[in-house]
Every structure is written in C-alpha cells, then in structure tokens.
C-alpha cells in the first residue's frame, strides 16, 4: 500500500525557515528517486527538488536554488525539505512523490509566508 504523508507546513514571516519531512511507504522509497512538489494557489503544480535513491544527488528548481536542501533517510524511509530565505511567493501545498511522480498524492503541507 503506497503511503506518502507530509509534515512540517505552517505560517512563516517572510526570510523565516521551515523544515518540511514525507514519511513514504518503503516500497516505493528505498529504490526511487523522490521528489518534492508544490502547488500554489489557481497555479499548476511544479516540481522543487529531487534526490537520488542514495541520497547523492539532488537537484533544484531555479526558484529553490541556493535557498531549499532536500535529503533523505534510508533507514526510516523519510524524506526532508530544509527550507530558508522564504519568499511570499514559495507560499504553496507542498508535496512529496516519486519522481516521475505516481498517480497517488499525499494530503501535502501548506506553507505560507507572509510578507
């Protein structure tokens, strides 16, 4: 049974920090690459960032660059969105996914950052 449950969301002056976590299903986790999603309100849902199965690689949205770190932890199947220099503009549901992303969403986080 997939399972991918998001945490971490709330309210945040704008410049604040907020730490995000997806605690995933271990069948889908271990062996994927994983992605986290967000979606704005009346916008398209955009990827930010993915990391490697192993947790080597990652890589970012333009607009997370320099500002988002995603990782990861194998052991208990979880995955992490460290994210700083919050903008107004990164107000949004964030989610996590596979990537390419399953048909299955979680619930997502709402962030929302406040000018």
């Known amino acids: 049974q997939v399972q991918l449950v998001e945490s971490g969301g709330g309210l945040v002056q704008s410049g604040g920090s907020l730490r995000l976590s997806c605690a995933a299903s271990?069948?889908?986790?271990?062996?994927?690459?994983m992605g986290w999603y967000r979606q704005a309100p009346g916008k398209q849902r955009e990827l930010v960032a993915t990391?490697?199965?192993?947790?080597?690689?990652?890589s970012y949205a333009g607009s997370a660059k320099g500002r988002f770190t995603v990782s990861r932890d194998n052991a208990k199947n979880t995955m992490y969105l460290q994210m700083s220099s919050l903008k107004p503009e990164d107000t949004a549901v964030y989610y996590c996914?596979?990537?390419?992303?399953?048909?299955?969403w979680g619930k997502g986080t709402l962030v929302t950052v406040s000018s």
């Open positions: 271990g069948t889908i986790f271990s062996v994927n690459l």
């Open positions: 990391i490697s199965s192993g947790g080597t690689t990652t």
């Open positions: 996914n596979t990537f390419p992303s399953l048909d299955y």
